[in-house]
């Protein structure tokens, strides 16, 4: 039975969270703000709401509701059917009249606001907000209709009357189909929102939450220029920005973590004549090489975020924009964040590819699971009727329209979107593992193909040629046993940074610079300090087209490789993150962009010029101190004070001061601002010198691959001498036992970061016997081999919070 009620247009600062089943989860959200958050600063566009009472008067005034459920009874669960009763219901609603008092009402609310703008018939958006959206457990977003730009009296009822008929979308009918609920329980509250003139600035999607790996303590924001639509739905790879949230609060530190410049070949306008409406065009190339936002306004966005976060008690999905004209930001929508929300706090699953294959294409990964089979491409939605059921849908873009197609499919893949688009979001919620914003997906893989589509790799999902196997491996974290060892993590990509933040870890023992520096950086650093001596064609135009956006190429170094190991040190922040150092090879470093400019051969470069003997040289030192900029930045720009320096190779004790002078003469005091500075130990020289090393250092950490190859004389890469390489050598291990009895004598700690104990559970079972201080491991090892520690931890009689003999 529908019943109706006298307040059918309110203000939207009138209404707020408690107001849901009258004005919507959209129109109650932007009031619970407007008067709750406005005087805390955040900026929220105003306007008013037609309420779910008078959608209800609109369907009684107009003898709908019989007419509606006799369509309904029609429908035979296919989703053609239900395509044909959309547009049937859709035609209805269109037909009916407001009555003459609503309609009133909206006229005399909207002629308020002009006067309180001081603008006649100002623009607005003119937004859905229906009764069952932005639920704890469903987002409901997106399924039905926005009209942006909307002017003078008549449009806006008009575009009220199309938000009624948009409660029927396809989309929409589907999504209430997945959901389980019924087609008439659902009313509609429209929402008339002040437009932010982002037509000529900037606007997208925020997350108060990493939205692949649920990591809480991160903000992730898309952006795009103008209108935001491009990124809701997916139709642009936009730039993506990551913000750590604990140290947005200390106003001397910027703690922006990811800056990922996207293609954003497209913007949404204003139409060209002044009037309503909109208007798709190409963006500038200007545009397109630029960011959309300064690091103090992702700051600023960061900020809120916290705040709205804190006011709901949850993660949130938001929507920002910039106004072009005034420079203002403002929030304009804020949902519950619905897919992290609802995953175990202990339970972990981890997906891994057991076999290799070709990749076709790469994009931003949407969850982190693996799936496999056939291609089915389809490069316009007229086709969407050819899709077969259980195939892998390869398309441009997968707006709302396609969700009918998108729940049937086992994986997806698309050309265009970010990871914080509509298409995106939908897909998390069905749990269908996708890549998007692959640029090429629909040319290059073949209709009909094998293919298998990973995300277990971090941020970047991967599409590869044929059906790879894969394996899932779940554990209970809460079953994990506590250690007295510090159990801390190897860690090299910052993409997947975020995606081991669950485990029990005690930090990061080993962050690898050189990765950082091969993967995001790309160029050799005395190409960035000397682009000059640089002569290659193809390297000048590379280092061109990577440092676009920097007045100088030492800041593409410094800020890159800044934001790189942030991300690496703040999962488990504030817990230690040891950065090593770059250790590249010459043969290595000359592979990088502009590298063969600065690296000589060397017939034996495992031993020959790498490590600590390359920060003071000429050859390098240039390098070294980009390097040294680089870390000062982390810890004292970005804020991540809890990063180690490590100093890796180092083979005297000469050289151990050289190196620390020039990082002092680079303002890396050890001990200034809590600096502290280990060294790895992995020349026999270290050990033999252990106690004169450990006064010039904080801490050791073991490397175990160098010091067996150093011990035994076993290049660690001859094939041919594979066997003999063994770091539970009697030689080994009692250099190892040496090493560790050295570093508590010298009253510094110890660690291992080697591949020996992930590999060997009888080796970790030796470091704990030993009483080493810590053990970093390679994530994927984690899970397995930190049992084997509290078993050995326990044999010898060795409890979680007590210190080993000879050392506090």
């Known amino acids: 039975m529908i019943t109706v009620n006298n307040e059918n247009v309110l203000w939207l600062e009138d209404v707020g969270i408690k107001d849901v089943a009258h004005v919507g989860g959209k129109n109650a959200s932007l009031g619970e703000m407007l008067h709750s958050l406005s005087a805390e600063g955040v900026s929220v566009p105003g306007g008013f709401a037609l309420t779910a009472s008078a959608y209800r008067e609109f369907i009684v005034a107009n003898d709908m509701a019989p007419k509606l459920e006799r369509i309904l009874a029609t429908k035979d669960g296919s989703d053609t059917h239900w395509r044909a009763i959309g ?53 409901f977003a997106g399924q039905q209709e926005t009209f942006l730009n909307v002017r003078g009296e008549q449009q806006l009822v008009d575009a009220c009357l199309r938000c009624y008929a948009s409660l029927f979308t396809d989309r929409a009918i589907s999504y209430r189909e997945i959901m389980n609920y019924g087609q008439l329980e659902v009313a509609l509250s429209v929402g008339v929102q002040l437009m932010v003139r982002s037509d000529v600035g900037a606007a997208g999607v925020m997350f108060s939450i990493d939205t692949e790996t649920g990591f809480p303590r991160a903000a992730v924001i898309s952006a795009n220029w103008g209108l935001g639509e491009t990124v809701v739905l997916g139709m642009v790879n936009p730039d993506k920005y990551g913000v750590f949230k604990p140290l947005l609060a200390n106003a001397a530190f910027s703690p922006v973590i990811e800056k990922t410049l996207g293609s954003k070949a497209r913007k949404l306008t204003y139409s060209a004549d002044g009037g309503a409406g909109t208007l798709m065009v190409d963006t500038s190339e200007a545009e397109r090489a630029s960011f959309c936002l300064d690091d103090g306004e992702v700051l600023q966005l960061g900020r809120w975020a916290i705040q709205i976060e804190n006011h709901y008690g949850r993660p949130m999905d938001m929507e920002w924009a910039k106004d072009g004209v005034s420079g203002e930001l403002f929030i304009v929508q804020a949902r519950p964040e619905t897919v992290q929300a609802r995953k175990s706090g202990t339970m972990m699953s981890t997906h891994r590819l057991t076999e290799e294959g070709r990749m076709l ?70 749990g269908i593992t996708a890549v998007v914003g692959t640029t090429n997906a629909t040319s290059v893989i073949a209709d009909g193909a094998a293919i298998t589509v990973s995300c277990a790799a971090g941020d970047t999902g991967h599409v590869y040629e044929g059906l790879l196997a894969h394996a899932q491996d779940d554990v209970d974290l809460g079953e994990m046993p506590a250690t007295r060892t510090d159990v801390m993590l190897n860690m090299a990509s910052p993409s997947e940074a975020f995606k081991w933040w669950r485990l029990p870890a005690k930090g990061i023992g080993l962050a690898r610079m050189e990765f950082v520096i091969n993967d995001m950086v790309q160029v050799h650093p005395m190409a960035l300090a000397h682009p000059e001596r640089v002569s290659d064609p193809g390297d000048q135009a590379r280092i061109k087209e990577l440092t676009r ?100 190779f180092c083979r005297t004790l000469r050289e151990a001061d050289r ?47 160098d010091l067996t190859q150093l011990v035994l004389g076993v290049d660690r ?92």
């Open 87 to 139: 547009t049937k219901i859709r035609e209805l609603i269109l037909t009916g009249v407001f009555p003459a008092e609503i309609s009133q009402q909206i006229r005399s609310f909207y002629r308020e606001l002009g006067v309180r703008t001081g603008q006649q018939d100002p623009a607005v958006a003119v937004r859905s907000s229906a009764t069952a959206e932005d639920l704890p457990d469903a987002s």
């Open 361 to 430: 294409a790469e994009g931003a990964a949407v969850g982190d699971s693996i799936a496999s089979g056939t291609a089915c491409v389809i490069k316009s939605a007229a086709d969407i009727g050819s899709f077969v059921d259980g195939s892998v849908l390869v398309a441009e873009q997968t707006d709302p329209d396609w969700v009918p197609v998108m729940k049937r499919a086992r994986a997806i893949v698309t050309d265009k979107g970010g990871a914080t688009s509509h298409a995106a979001i939908v897909s998390r919620e069905l």
């Open 549 to 648: 956006g920097f007045d100088d190429p030492e800041d593409y170094f410094v800020h890159t490789l800044a934001r790189g190991l942030a991300k690496l040190a703040a999962p488990f922040y504030p817990a230690p993150a040891v950065v090593r150092f770059s250790d590249f090879k010459t043969n290595e470093y000359a592979h990088l962009v502009g590298g063969s400019a600065f690296e000589e051969q060397e017939s034996n470069p495992m031993i020959g010029f790498r490590g600590s003997s390359r920060y003071y040289d000429p050859r390098y030192r240039d390098g070294f101190d980009l390097e040294c900029r680089a870390i000062t930045r982390l810890r004292n720009h970005c804020g991540f004070r809890n990063a180690i320096v490590m100093v890796p």
């Open 659 to 705: 190196v620390l002078a020039v990082m002092a003469e680079n303002g890396l005091v050890r001990g200034k601002d809590g600096l502290k500075v280990y060294m790895m130990c992995e020349i026999p020289a270290n050990v033999v010198l252990a106690q004169k090393f450990a006064a010039k250092f904080d801490g050791f950490s073991i490397g175990s691959n």
């Open 717 to 808: 890469d001859a094939a041919a001498l594979a066997p003999l390489f063994d770091e539970r050598d009697e030689a080994v291990l009692a250099m190892i036992s040496a090493a560790v009895a050295g570093a508590h004598a010298g009253g510094i700690h110890i660690g291992i970061c080697g591949q020996g104990p992930s590999n060997h559970p009888d080796f970790a079972q030796f470091l704990v016997r030993e009483g080493i201080d810590s053990i970093s491991l390679n994530p994927d090892s984690f899970l397995r081999t930190v049992p084997v520690i509290a078993a050995a931890e326990a044999a010898a009689n060795i409890t979680a919070g007590t210190v080993p003999s000879g050392h506090d």
